[in-house]
């Protein structure tokens, strides 16, 4: 009697065994199905979220891992909603795991200094009209006076250098320069 007991024992265990097994195998043909119809649109669905190729790779194996380690014992009623929605919930999780590992390196708005030590662009307007105004004025010289007031305070060059060139005395240069600054002064003060 003790030895019937023992088979049956042993007998029941070897269908427990099988049964396992069949489990497993019915898992294993379930993941596969469900790899086959949904990687590719995995993909395309992490794509869809201006992730790299890599990543959606990486995720889309994060999926098959986290379906093969659950406990799912039959075929899923809605495969597609399971399977997008734990896509969904890891590219959440990756967001998070993100804004988390920025956190230290990033700053309020508020305590951020945001200047601009470049002109607005009503001060560039004005000083485009003031410009053009100067050159009006500066037309408005003798040829020899705009050019020894051009090549003195635009480029630069020492009264000199200007005499030189123009072939004029250095004394002459400086009367040229002088009569220039005083017709914009007298333009720009009206």
Excluded: W
């Amino acid at each position: 009697m003790e030895y019937e007991r023992l088979t049956l024992c042993v007998g029941d265990m070897a269908t427990i065994s099988s049964a396992s097994f069949r489990v497993a195998d019915v898992r294993a043909q379930n993941l596969c199905a469900l790899h086959q119809r949904f990687a590719t649109p995995l993909r395309r669905f992490f794509r869809r979220y201006h992730l790299n190729a890599a990543d959606a790779e990486d995720l889309t194996q994060d999926v098959f891992v986290r379906l093969a380690g659950s406990t799912m014992q039959v075929a899923l009623r809605k495969p597609e909603s399971f399977v997008f929605t734990l896509a969904l919930n890891l590219v959440r999780d990756r967001a998070r795991r993100l804004h988390i590992k920025a956190l230290p390196k990033s700053m309020a708005i508020e305590k951020l200094s945001l200047s601009c030590d470049l002109p607005t662009p009503d001060q560039c307007l004005e000083f485009e009209q003031r410009l053009r105004h100067a050159e009006r004025l500066l037309s408005g010289l003798k040829p020899d006076a705009q050019e020894a007031f051009l090549m003195h305070r635009i480029h630069g060059e020492s009264h000199v250098q200007i005499a030189a060139k123009l072939r004029i005395s250095v004394s002459m240069v400086e009367k040229h320069i002088m009569a220039a600054v005083a017709s914009l002064r007298e333009a720009l003060a009206e």
